[in-house]
């Protein structure tokens, strides 16, 4: 049976101060009336029932992530100790499925990500399954054409094309946030996806391609594996999980294994990653500005500003920046200045901030 | 005797939105732990006691004037029933001085400026108290020299000097508002000072030099002087003060009369006309940053931010802007667009969202 696994955990610092330790993106409505983690459920209506939908999330989200998923049963929300990366979170929540249906075919999404229309989403979610229903050591990763040559993307390069689905293809390799030179490249060929962070597999089989790709986390999993159930699970998960590696599903397992394939997923899609990425998504205005809430600007162009509430942001003569007026935090900042805006959150939490966080 | 007139019925609007039609700039604490208004009566300390102390102020903030103000009777908060720029304002003002005392001296003082130290702001207030004793004639203005070639201050060019007052003259021309490369040019002869908008002189003289190059005015005033401490009075200053001409003190009368005179002030002052003018009563730091409250940044130059209470405003990467928060409005603006920001306010108006304003 399909289950879905959606990853929750984040902490979304590049949204910040929208974004918070105890309340980050994915928990938030950023677009719609629901939050994006309830929109990464809504899609699956019609794929995957909620009694087959699992959550991964950490300890201090979990209780907000149960109450915004009435449908999804409370013991589905599995929370790691600490974050190890997808790696092992994807371990983890493999074991939980196959202690439920020891034939889960696994559909993997991230909270955070922005999908439409849900359509081309469902299809491609059907396309996946049948991959791995024909061969399943398939390990599928769902591949978005770019539209633009960006350079805070994964990309995967495709290989030969797999018999029976015309948009499924091997990988012929993987690069991770090419400059833009190279991005343009990739955009040019028509040859290269986005790795858009969601993936189909059995999940024996990832189980099985950990192990072999990372024993570290195979070793981790079996001791789990052998408690899961039991009183014991939760101590055990404590200090095993907290000693496995923390990489990606990626480097882990998938640039390795000869059973990766992409499929050309035709939905349009956005990991809202950062600020930037917004108008992306909720579009910008004839000034090329975003603007959510009360806003009043004179002669602005360029700029993203959300206020929420009856505050008031009014904004005059500047271009290129974020504005974000939270209840007890302002942000403005360079729109590209990522790293700045990484720099900050960081000095704050070293002066022990963390109302702030 | 002498007798201070502070003048304090502004509304700041290029100090919004920490300048409210309801809270004004003047009665906000902008510089150390008192109010402008409150630094305006305190710096007389010595020179005019609270006794002899008028406020003029308009019928919105006479409340707030009066609370923050206790030491002035309250009956010497003059209201004006509508704004009628300086001219009509001290006209109003010196018939109130002259019913309560005929030989009154006016020290006018707009309630907004810094000045510092008080010291030397004494000395200069004794000295042009001599020169009006000297010839009842003279309108004394304080002239300041300029430390940088300023373009938003009115200039005064000095004349010949007067006698027994090494720092009194004899007033040339006036200049409102220069282009830079006039301005350096005055900043270059030493003989020019910024127009301080504090003025000393006799309040029957400047009643009569009212009448003689402003009839309408001295008519009006004649009407208000009949009614003065009748019941009369109220409902006749709603008629009377609305009919007047707005027109400034300078325009009016100083720019024209033979008497004016100007007295080389060497105290540092400021009109703190708008956010720009607030690192130069501050200070900034070493990035040229003028920061107030809670207030983190990385990467950031010559801004001017402002935060109350514990709301934090995080800047990154931003250089020239001024970035003011309150409890319901922030704004960030270019710093030298004051245009743009007066353009924003009116639309606010115009828009009827008055509650901001």
Redesign the interface.
């Known amino acids: 049976m399909l289950h879905a696994v959606i990853m929750s955990g984040g902490s979304g610092t590049r949204f910040w101060?929208q974004s918070r330790r105890d309340c980050p993106k994915q928990l938030q409505v950023l677009v719609g009336d629901r939050t994006l983690l309830q929109q990464s459920v809504d899609r699956l209506d019609g794929l995957v029932t909620a009694e087959r939908t699992w959550v991964v999330t950490n300890v201090v989200q979990a209780t907000a992530t149960r109450e915004q998923l009435p449908s999804v049963p409370g013991e589905q929300v599995i929370e790691e100790p600490v974050a190890r990366n997808t790696a092992a979170c994807l371990g983890l929540a493999a074991e939980h499925l196959l202690a439920a249906d020891p034939e889960a075919v696994m559909l993997v999404l991230p909270a955070d990500h922005v999908i439409q229309p849900d359509e081309s989403f469902r299809e491609a979610v059907q396309a996946a399954v049948a991959l791995v229903e024909d061969d399943r050591r398939r390990l599928v990763l769902f591949g978005v054409p770019p539209t633009r040559a960006a350079t805070g993307f994964g990309y995967i390069h495709r290989g030969d094309p797999l018999p029976g689905q015309p948009n499924g293809f091997g990988v012929s390799s993987f690069h991770e946030k090419p400059d833009r030179e190279t991005a343009e490249h990739y955009l040019a060929t028509g040859e290269s996806y986005w790795n858009s962070g969601i993936f189909t597999w059995r999940a024996d089989r990832i189980v099985e391609a950990l192990a072999e790709h990372q024993p570290a986390i195979g070793d981790g999993l079996a001791t789990l594996r052998a408690v899961l159930g039991t009183d014991q699970y939760s101590a055990r998960l404590q200090e095993t999980f907290a000693a496995l590696p923390a990489i990606s599903i990626d480097r882990a397992v998938l640039e390795h294994c000869q059973d990766s394939c992409v499929l050309e997923a035709s939905f349009c899609w956005n990991d809202v990653g950062s600020w930037r990425a917004l108008p992306e998504v909720i579009g910008s205005d004839e000034s090329g500005n975003c603007l959510q809430g009360p806003v009043?600007?004179?002669?602005v162009h360029n700029c993203i500003v959300r206020?929420v509430g009856?505050?008031?942001?009014?904004?005059?003569?500047?271009e290129d920046?974020v504005?974000v007026?939270t209840a007890?935090?302002?942000?403005?900042?360079?729109r590209d200045?990522e790293d700045?805006?990484r720099?900050?959150v960081e000095?704050?939490a070293e002066e022990g901030?963390d109302g702030?966080l």
């Open positions: 101060p009043s600007t004179v002669d206020s009856d505050h008031l942001v009014a904004v005059v003569g500047v920046l504005i007026q007890d935090v302002t942000l403005v900042a360079r200045d700045g805006l720099e900050l000095r704050l901030r702030y």
